[in-house]
């Protein structure tokens, strides 16, 4: 069974920063990528981020681009999401998601685990 936790997300002004993480667990767990995506009420989900597990392949919503980064640390099975400038549009509870098998996609239907999320909230 795959497991994803996020954690990191909470309250923060306008202008300010947050730094997300997922853990996954698993036996043998090795997915091909892993994504961020976001959840605003009354929205969709939408892709954020994703990184292959290699770290080869990296892609970003232009709604992000330059103000957030994603990166991967393979000892610990942990993908990160730092956040920069964090806007009031930022705010959405964060998922976490694997995609077993390549390409690396910004599809919300193409990821097979997800997490619970973490709810980020930026204030102006």
């Known amino acids: 069974q795959v497991q994803l936790v996020e954690s990191g997300g909470g309250l923060v002004q306008a202008g300010g920063s947050l730094r997300l993480s997922c853990v996954a667990s698993?036996?043998?767990?090795?997915?091909?990528?892993m994504g961020w995506f976001r959840q605003a009420p009354g929205k969709e989900r939408e892709f954020v981020a994703a990184?292959?597990?290699?770290?080869?392949?990296?892609i970003t919503a232009d709604s992000v681009k330059g103000r957030f980064a994603i990166s991967r640390d393979n000892v610990k099975n942990t993908v990160y999401l730092q956040m920069n400038s964090l806007k009031s549009e930022d705010t959405a509870r964060y998922y976490c998601a694997a995609k077993l098998r390549p390409p690396l996609l910004d599809s919300v239907d193409k990821y097979n685990y997800w997490g619970q999320g973490t709810q980020v909230t930026v204030s102006s």
């Open positions: 698993g036996r043998t767990f090795i997915p091909y990528g």
């Open positions: 990184v292959t597990w290699s770290g080869d392949i990296t």
